[in-house]
């Protein structure tokens, strides 16, 4: 990447020299001159700036390493973000200002870190912040700063867009240096771009928006937001709620555009200025332009709307803005609603040769299923988790996708993987079919069963009976897994004698953290023990019958102990036949040496470095969380974490004991995924669940009617609500008395129901 110290020469010339590790870095920012001369400069003595120490991020220097000229872009960029409070604001609200948008960027930096490409994040000396991230090669790097602003929703210095500039540097403090990836030391050059680049980049800068505060007033500000969520999202999701995904057009525009500035002002303060930046112009024309007639039509528009009396957050906004949380969880993740966070580029060797055979779009996929079948190889084997519990590689891998996508393209480097338990339990099954035909079930058993008999893989038709004794085998020899694999998750069912999806939900649960299972006979002929359930096992299925099969499970703990894949394809993708690589020998030969490290492995295994990471997770998620208000993701993290965990110490164990970069890199990426998906498949209904946990814990005793009511309903809410309390009638002549004791008022636009600021919980109600 790059990351160059800038120092002056005798004759006061800047040259670079690299920085080319994470010890030299943090040494030249902690030294005493340095925490002395910043001490100086918060302390307003702006001429003492420059002892501070300066780096570079964005370049390579000359050949005489001189800066001064640099043409040659690094594969990183530095942005320098500078806040400056509004003049308009006394002195005091100007601080107050500055503070509240310092205190948001560290935590809306690093949700966005994975998708950014973050290399380093720092406090700078005076009201900002510097951060590095991975250049996008195909961009300038005015593009690339133009691109890094709106993923964060941050302006940018503009000043600060040439390739040469030096950042003065803070200290390592953890409250100064707030994130620091090692591979900011690389000093690998960009791609040089010839001259057709260059002029394509140019054109695509001359017309790229700048960003600015003040828009033009035809054109609404899409990078404005609302508690993180964009007005611009906020509005596409109005209209596709309440008007087909259509926006207003000739005919019907001033109606529209009304509704929709009445219903979006209490979120803007009730202010115009706001209201002008975030509602759209109708009337504009494809290319932006609009009459003097037309733009005065729009703006009488929404100063009408900002006239209609005042009735709280109107209903409509509030399920807009609900339907827009329960899909931040997803963006949390690092994708967007169709695209999940990006496989790392350099995946560890393992998880490459396992992905090879496959294209591009089945290779998340691939990685994420792989797992039940490795940890199937170790045996007695277990890893201890940052809060010291003990863990086994216990993986259940569920393949979302929708019918004829390819879900099968997950099976040959699952057979591979599990071919030598396969050969070993041939032996086994024809030993136990020869003692089933010396003792007859019928009769009283003449010889005992061999205890040495282990048969790990499993078929997808069992009896309760038949399942206990394997899992009873395996622990016997060896603390050894159990495994299964079945085209429809439905087939789970069948695994024991209840056929019941609640049957498989329980044994997910008990699988995941290992617990007894099995039954206690009294019969002598009857299957009878108990034992840790180690169950591994990979499922395929559809979106809308995985969630009918996992309807009552989101919320009980059985989904968040998954490992949800998916595929997603292009649309010029969907009609052409997966070309897989050959799986033969050479193959096999490849796979070989990472699974005799798996079963070869024994005991407790411990890796500091994966430890390090999950707890950094642990706090990464956590930020996150609440950045997107987001409890389902914030439910969903917690194992989430566990599981990507866990694949980093069996790709650890499995690479012979040796953590690395493509390691650490997959385990981010794994969690991300994972949580990804289940927050698409699974996320807004966990949402709404949790939300009516809190909302049943908040009814604690008898309560008037009006109480229990939102605080802007409908009349068929009214209604259920009064059935639900056992009331007789319509409840019309309440509603009246209500109204004319100024309990409540009618919204006109909506027909809502709205509690009025007149109301007290403790007065006025129907008993």
């Known amino acids: 990447m790059s990351a160059f110290i800038v120092e002056k020469g005798d004759g006061g010339a800047k040259f670079m020299r690299p920085v080319g590790s994470r010890e030299e870095y943090l040494a030249l920012r902690n030294t005493d001159l340095q925490r002395q001369t910043l001490k100086a400069v918060r302390q307003q003595d702006a001429r003492?700036?420059?002892?501070?120490v300066q780096m570079n991020y964005s370049c390579l220097p000359q050949a005489d390493g001189s800066l001064k000229g640099s043409h040659t872009a690094s594969r990183s960029v530095g942005m320098d973000i500078d806040f400056k409070a509004p003049k308009e604001l006394p002195a005091d609200e100007q601080q107050q200002w500055l503070k509240q948008r310092m205190d948001e960027v560290p935590s809306l930096v690093l949700a966005k870190k994975n998708e950014l490409g973050l290399l380093m994040l720092e406090r700078s000396a005076t009201k900002g912040y510097h951060l590095v991230f991975r250049r996008r090669e195909d961009l300038s790097q005015q593009e690339n700063l133009r691109w890094a602003s709106t993923l964060l929703g941050v302006e940018y210095d503009d000043k600060a867009k040439d390739i040469t500039r030096v950042f003065f540097t803070t200290t390592a403090d953890a409250d100064e240096l707030l994130f620091l990836d090692d591979e900011l030391f690389d000093q690998t050059p960009a791609k040089p771009q010839d001259d057709a680049d260059e002029e394509a980049a140019a054109q695509r800068a001359a017309h790229a928006p700048e960003a600015s505060n003040s828009p033009a007033p035809t054109a609404h500000d899409a990078e404005a937001r609302y508690n993180g969520m964009l007005y611009a999202?906020?509005?596409e999701?109005?209209?596709?709620?309440?008007?087909?995904?259509?926006?207003?057009?000739?005919?019907?525009?001033?109606?529209?555009?009304?509704?929709?500035?009445?219903?979006l002002r209490s979120i803007c303060g009730y202010d115009l200025a706001k209201l002008l930046a975030v509602v759209p112009n109708y009337w504009a024309r494809p290319d932006g332009t609009c009459s003097p007639q037309d733009r005065a039509e729009y703006r009488k528009t929404?100063?009408?709307?900002?006239?209609?009396?005042?009735?709280?957050?109107?209903?409509?906004?509030?399920?807009?803005?609900?339907?827009l949380k329960s899909t931040a969880g997803v963006k949390a993740c690092g994708g967007t609603l169709t695209t999940p966070p990006p496989m790392p580029k350099r995946l560890p060797p393992l998880v490459r040769l396992l992905t090879k055979n496959v294209p591009g779009f089945y290779k998340p996929a691939v990685a994420a299923a792989v797992f039940p079948a490795l940890g199937v190889h170790l045996h007695g084997v277990k890893f201890r988790y940052w809060d010291n519990v003990d863990h086994e590689a216990t993986f259940m891998s569920v393949l979302i996708g929708r019918q004829s996508i390819g879900k099968g393209t997950i099976k040959k480097p699952i057979e591979f993987i599990m071919e030598d338990i396969r050969q070993r339990d041939i032996p086994n099954r024809q030993r136990e079919a020869e003692w089933k035909q010396k003792n007859p079930g019928a009769k009283q058993k003449k010889d005992p069963?061999?205890?040495?008999?282990?048969?790990?893989?499993?078929?997808?038709?069992?009896?309760?009976a038949v399942f206990n004794q394997r899992v009873i085998d395996a622990h016997q020899n060896g603390q050894r897994f159990i495994y299964t694999i079945v085209d429809e998750i439905e087939a789970l069912k069948?695994?024991?004698?209840?056929?019941?999806?609640?049957?498989?939900?329980?044994?997910?649960?008990?699988?995941?953290?290992?617990?007894d299972a099995g039954q206690e006979r009294v019969g002598a002929d009857s299957v009878s023990g108990i034992a840790p359930l180690r169950w591994n096992f990979?499922?395929?299925t559809t979106p809308p019958n995985a969630r009918k099969f996992f309807s009552r499970m989101v919320n009980d703990g059985t989904v968040s102990r998954l490992d949800i894949s998916t595929i997603i394809r292009n649309d010029d993708e969907d009609d052409a036949a997966p070309i897989l690589g050959i799986y033969d020998h050479r193959f096999a030969a490849e796979l070989k040496p990472y699974i005799d490290r798996l079963e070869a492995a024994s005991g407790l295994i411990e890796c500091q470095q994966a430890k390090r990471l999950s707890l950094d997770m642990k706090q990464e998620n956590s930020d996150a969380a609440r950045l997107y208000d987001s409890e389902a993701y914030r439910v969903l993290s917690y194992r989430a974490n566990v599981i990507a965990w866990l694949k980093g110490m069996v790709l650890y164990v499995a690479h012979g004991c040796k953590w690395s970069r493509e390691i650490a890199d997959f385990v981010r990426w794994s969690q991300a995924y994972n949580l990804w998906c289940k927050m698409l498949y699974f996320g807004q209904q966990l949402e709404r669940e949790l939300r009516e946990e809190v909302e049943i814990q908040r009814q604690s005793g008898p309560q008037n009617l009006l109480e229990l009511l939102p605080d802007e309903f409908t009349r068929e809410q009214y209604r259920q609500m009064r059935q639900s309390q056992g009331r007789s009638g319509d409840g019309q002549s309440t509603l009246r008395v209500w109204q004319a004791r100024g309990y409540i008022a009618q919204d006109e636009t909506t027909g809502c129901y709205v509690k009025t600021s007149a109301y007290k919980l403790k007065t006025g109600g129907d008993r």
């Open 48 to 52: 003492k700036k420059n002892l501070l």
């Open 233 to 235: 999202d906020i509005i």
């Open 237 to 263: 999701k109005y209209w596709q709620l309440f008007n087909d995904g259509k926006e207003p057009t000739d005919g019907d525009r001033n109606v529209l555009t009304f509704e929709l500035a009445v219903n």
């Open 302 to 323: 929404i100063e009408n709307a900002l006239k209609e009396p005042r009735k709280g957050m109107p209903y409509r906004l509030k399920q807009v803005l609900q339907a």
């Open 449 to 464: 069963r061999p205890t040495d008999i282990c048969i790990q893989m499993l078929i997808d038709n069992l009896t309760d």
């Open 494 to 515: 069948k695994v024991t004698s209840k056929g019941t999806v609640d049957e498989v939900g329980l044994l997910i649960r008990k699988a995941f953290d290992n617990s």
């Open 538 to 540: 990979n499922a395929s």
